[in-house]
């Protein structure tokens, strides 16, 4: 069974202010109309009048809710203001009526005081906890860049000692020495493009020179493994707007891990075409797959399962893709291969341009 597995999925996020906004307006909408009962009901029906004073609990819930001990205090200060003129129009010195308002007073004070300490309270503790999350974030990337770089300097410090000794044959030091500087650069790279913010420079730009030039780059990697760059492509004429350089960054990296996840000789299929108002892009290879583990951490920065990877590549693909506002989405199977989707969506003054265009060729 094909594992279906996707992260791009956007969220449509709430703005907190007009949420808070809302709150206040149903806050202050309750209170008024609450009061307004107590205000217009005959003072002689008493059991409606506890009906109506047990109603103040709403206000005083949301405001807790919403703007912690301060808000609640607040609003329980304004109910007991507003209510105040009515407990002494319509005071009587009978001790239930006393004890009653008494009580209620006391007990919906000290509701407010404690939904709203409590929801402070919650809300630090999850502030507190996103803190340590970020900062052990902080130290694992930390820890794993150092990691990275460690081998391929202690491989260069290495070498160029026992060059400086006179020992060992130069071609071999040197060829390691630059293959190691290449390993440093490469996770320099990566570090930089993830962590460094995507100005996007977008241009309209011919689909099918981005995928050659991504195939152009990649070409290296797949002869030494003697694995096939397979390429269906549409028509020349097809263009999308595109920012050129992070895209051919985000393709490279999925071309590559296709190559790398290839038996010798495999064949990894890149396939290019335009679906309706939107270009899909899908990379195939036939190798080994996915487990459920890698699956559901292969966006995480730093995760890898390579002896020789940053484990930035999918996290780089997938920022990129969506600074295109685009969707990526992997198929794995296990022992058959990873197929990897990118559907990004196509300007819709330039579906019309190009519409166009094909139309006056014709
Ligand atoms: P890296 O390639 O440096 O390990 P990536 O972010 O590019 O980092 O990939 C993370 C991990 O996802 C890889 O280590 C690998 O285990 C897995 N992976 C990515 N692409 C494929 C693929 N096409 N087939 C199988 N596994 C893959
Ligand atoms: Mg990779």
Redesign the pocket.
């Known amino acids: 069974m094909n594992r279906s597995f996707n992260k791009a999925n956007g969220m449509i996020e709430e703005d907190p202010d007009n949420r808070k906004r809302i709150f206040l307006v149903l806050i202050a909408a309750s209170i008024i109309l609450i009061s307004y009962l107590h205000y217009s009901t005959n003072p002689g029906i008493r059991d409606l009048h506890n009906v109506f004073a047990e109603l103040y609990y709403i206000p005083l819930l949301m405001s807790a809710f919403t703007f912690g001990l301060r808000g609640a205090v607040i609003v329980y200060i304004s109910i007991s203001l507003i209510y105040f003129p009515h407990v002494i129009m319509n005071w009587t010195n009978a001790t239930p009526f006393v004890a009653n308002q008494l009580l209620h007073g006391l007990f919906s004070g000290t509701f407010a005081f404690l939904a709203g300490y409590l929801v402070d309270r919650e809300k630090r503790n999850r502030e507190q906890a996103e803190k340590d999350r970020y900062l052990a974030g902080l130290g694992q990337a930390s820890a794993a860049i150092v990691h990275d770089l460690k081998n391929p300097l202690i491989s260069i410090s290495g070498f160029a000692r026992r060059l400086n000794q006179g020992k060992g044959d130069v071609d071999t030091a040197s060829e390691a020495i630059i293959k190691s500087a290449e390993d440093m650069e490469k996770i320099v790279h ?1 570090v930089l493009d993830f962590s460094k913010p995507h100005n996007m420079d977008f241009r309209e730009t011919g689909i099918t020179d981005v995928i050659n030039e991504v195939l152009e780059y990649c070409k290296m990697k797949a002869d030494e493994k003697e694995v096939v760059l397979s390429v269906y492509l549409p028509d020349e004429i097809s263009t999308i707007s595109i920012d050129r350089s992070h895209l051919l960054r985000a393709l490279i ?2 071309v ?3 190559i ?2 290839s038996d010798k000789t495999g064949v990894v299929d890149v396939m290019a075409e335009f679906e309706k108002d939107s270009l899909v892009i899908r ?1 195939k ?1 036939h ?4 487990d459920k583990e ?1 699956l559901e ?3 995480i920065p730093f ?4 002896s ?10 997938k920022k990129i893709i969506e600074g295109h506002k685009g969707k990526i989405i ?1 198929n ?1 199977k296990q022992g058959s ?2 197929e ?1 989707i990118i559907n990004m969506p196509r300007d819709e003054r330039e579906i019309q341009i190009n519409m166009r265009r094909n139309r006056d060729t014709v």
């Open positions: 990566d990296n999925l590559n891990n296709a790398e996840a990379i290879d190798g080994a797959g996915m890698t951490n292969i966006f995760y890898t399962k390579k020789s990877g940053t484990g930035l590549g999918m996290a780089i693909a992997i794995s291969g990873t990897v």
